[in-house]
Nanobody, 119 residues
Framework: QVQLVESGGGSVQAGGSLRLSCAVSGRTLSNYAIGWFRQAPGKEREFVASINWRGGSTYYADSMKGRFTISRDNAKNTVSLQMDSLKPEDTAVYYC????????????WGQGTQVTVSS
């Protein structure tokens, strides 16, 4: 049973920081990538960042690059998303998901964690 559990969401003021965590169980991640997505009310789901487990290659959406940092902890099967210089438009539910390296679709998703940024 593959499970992903996000944590670390909350409410912060604009300019503040949050660190999200995604704990993965039930799957070894050597041939997978972990991605972060977000969805704001009334908007489509948006790609945030991803990391390949084996080599650690990272990818960022242009709007996140320079503010968000994705990293992994192999021992804990955990992926973190450090979010700095948060803006009200970053308010969304943030999800993590797994994807086979050679595939387009993410197969397992977490329940999401709410991030609220106030002005």
């Amino acid at each position: 049973q593959v499970q992903l559990v996000e944590s670390g969401g909350g409410s912060v003021q604009a300019g503040g920081s949050l660190r999200l965590s995604c704990a993965v169980s039930g799957r070894t991640l050597s041939n997978y990538a972990i991605g972060w997505f977000r969805q704001a009310p009334g908007k489509e789901r948006e790609f945030v960042a991803s990391i390949n487990w084996r080599g650690g290659s990272t990818y960022y959406a242009d709007s996140m690059k320079g503010r968000f940092t994705i990293s992994r902890d192999n021992a804990k099967n955990t992926v973190s998303l450090q979010m700095d210089s948060l803006k009200p438009e970053d308010t969304a539910v943030y999800y993590c998901a797994t994807r086979g390296v050679g595939r387009r679709e993410y197969d397992y998703w977490g329940q999401g964690t709410q991030v609220t940024v106030s002005s």
